[in-house]
């Protein structure tokens, strides 16, 4: 058992970064949309993030640094200020979208307007950070996270065509009446959504939370094997399931609720209980989430004393940059700006700033000085230069795409 709840950051991290709102929104609408025409996106994402998983956690356990703080020393403050930059707006647009998701359950399960939960999620998430313990945190939204597996149960209660599911997953093509710039578009998005840039710092921070050292490295791996992997198949069921009930009438999927439609129609009232609560736990991790990189990243790059280990009086620093990017992030909400616009917005930019975040992993799990033996092999180097390259073209294709298309419409 207690192996088991060791693999809870990285189950954590899965669920808050993987299938948080916008994987949730992402799969809704490009299943219902494409089918299972796009599962390919989501599958070479969730390699790669395995891949740059087990790269982060290894530097975090050997070198016992965060990957942000040695950024900054091995690659320069310079380029290490273009990166916290990108990450920290990426942070706050991710933040502000999780809130918003958070708020959009609640307005589900009560029927009370968003934007009245808006202020109460924000303050709600900054307490938890601020008074919860990490362990805390991390096993209890990772696991409630995982009632995202009444999906999967979903599916296989539905009247499904697993061949013609199957069909479409290894023949990827353009569903007819659709254009092939819009099909690349919600490509794109489902990449984003998984490997948003953030996932690595946290990831990363969090080892530090957790004082890996070099005998924590299994537990390290672990957590990148099963946590990533596991969020990839959620993502997949999310996207399945949409296929049977939404994709026959071609519903457009623009809320929330929708999602959870065909979870409702396969197991009634008890499947509409467990999606929403793994809604809230998957938006209420990921704002957690993305909080804490916020003052991770600042407090690493400024070397200040960060992390959740520390007493808020020892680290007010961390703790504040933390607080005011729920306040930022909240603010934005308010403005009645539409929180699935700026989730379907925040995964496509995070996909064009990708290679910011990992480019310096890649450097500093190669570097010897700090990784000893412990280096990347030959073929770990291999397969991350090709996904780098892969990131490099979707960052490259991710605004004109975004303009081309209108945002997908």
Known sequence: MKGVLNLTLGVMTAIGGFVDIGNIVTGGVTGARFGMTLAWAVVLATAIMVLYGEMTGRVAAVAQRATFDLV???????FAMVNLVANLLLALLTLAAEIGGVALVLQLVTGVQYLIWVPVVG????????????KVIETAFGLLGLCLLVFAVALVALPTDWGELWHEMIHPAVPQG?????????????????IVPYQVIFFSSGGREERWSIRNLREARGNAFVGFPLGGLLSLSVMAVMVPVLRP??????HLGQVALPVAQALGVIGLILTFISFFACTFAAAAESALSCGYS??????WSWGKWHRPSSAPRFHVVS???????TGFVLTTIDPITVTIVSVVLGAAAVPLTYLPVLVVANDREYMGEYVNKHWQNGLATIALLVMLVVSVATLPLLFATKAGQ
């Not at 303050?123 to 990490?134: E, G, H, Q």
């Not at 009438?249 to 623009?254: A, E, N, R, T």
């Not at 607080?323 to 992030?329: D, G, K, M, Q, S």
């Open 72 to 78: 900054r020393e091995r690659l320069g403050v310079r």
């Open 178 to 194: 659709e254009a092939l710039p819009t099909w690349l578009f919600y490509a794109i998005s489902l990449v984003g959504a998984c």
């Open 123 to 134: 303050a709600v998430v900054w307490l938890s950070i601020w008074r919860l313990p990490f």
């Open 323 to 329: 607080l005011a990017a729920v306040i930022i992030a």
């Open 249 to 254: 009438d071609s519903v457009d999927v623009k």
């Open 298 to 303: 600042v407090g690493q790059y400024l070397g």
